[in-house]
C-alpha cells in the first residue's frame, strides 16, 4: 500500500506546527518569556519564510532539458554535430533548468513580500530572492496567515535567515 505523505506535506507539517508555536508564544508576558526568546515587548515575532516553487513547472523544464540531452546526443550519433555542439545543447538545457527554478523563486519570494504589504501585523526586514526566503517580523496570528500561500514552503526561526 502506497503511502500519502510526500516531501510537501511533511514540510508543510513542520511549517504549520513552527507557526503554531510561534502563536502560542504570544500568550507570554515579558516575565513568562523564555530566555533569548524572539518576542518582542509587543508580542512580535521575527520568523524566516521559506518559499515554495510549483513542483510541476521544474518537473517541466527538467522533461525539457531531458528531451534537448536525447536529441543531442541522438544527433552527436547521427554524426550531426560534433561533441562539442553535444556539450553546449546539454550545458543550455541545464542553465535553462536552473534559470526557471530561479524565476520561480523569485515571483514565489515576491508573492510572500505582497502578502507581507496586506496583511497587517506583518512587516518585511528583508528577502533573498536567490534563495528563497524573507525575514518578516509580525504577530503569531499573522504569520499564521502566511501559510494560506501557496508559495510558502515552511516557517522557521528567525535567525534561520542567516544560515540559509
Known amino acids: ?7 510537501r506535506r511533511i ?3 513542520g511549517g504549520s506546527a513552527a507557526a503554531l508555536s510561534v502563536a502560542g508564544c504570544s500568550e507570554f508576558t515579558s516575565e513568562d518569556a523564555p530566555e533569548g526568546s524572539e518576542s518582542g515587548g509587543d508580542g512580535s515575532h521575527e520568523v524566516t519564510v521559506v518559499a515554495d516553487i510549483d513542483q510541476a ?20 550519433e547521427a554524426g550531426e554535430i560534433d561533441e562539442e555542439e553535444a556539450q553546449r545543447i546539454i550545458q543550455d538545457a541545464q542553465a535553462a533548468v536552473q534559470q526557471r527554478q530561479q524565476e520561480l523563486l523569485a515571483e514565489s519570494v515576491s508573492a510572500i513580500e505582497s502578502r507581507t504589504d496586506t496583511v497587517g501585523g506583518l512587516s518585511l526586514s528583508e528577502s533573498n530572492a536567490e534563495f528563497g526566503v524573507a525575514l518578516v517580523e509580525g504577530d503569531g496570528d ?13 516557517i522557521v ?3 534561520e535567515y542567516d544560515t540559509i
Open 1 to 7: 500500500m502506497e503511502s500519502s505523505l510526500t516531501r
Open 11 to 13: 514540510l508543510g507539517a
Open 57 to 76: 513547472e521544474i518537473q517541466a523544464a527538467q522533461e525539457d532539458a531531458q528531451d534537448a540531452q536525447q536529441e543531442a546526443q541522438a544527433d552527436l
Open 142 to 154: 499573522s504569520i499564521v496567515e502566511l501559510l494560506a500561500l501557496a508559495e510558502v514552503q515552511a
Open 157 to 159: 526561526d528567525g535567525a
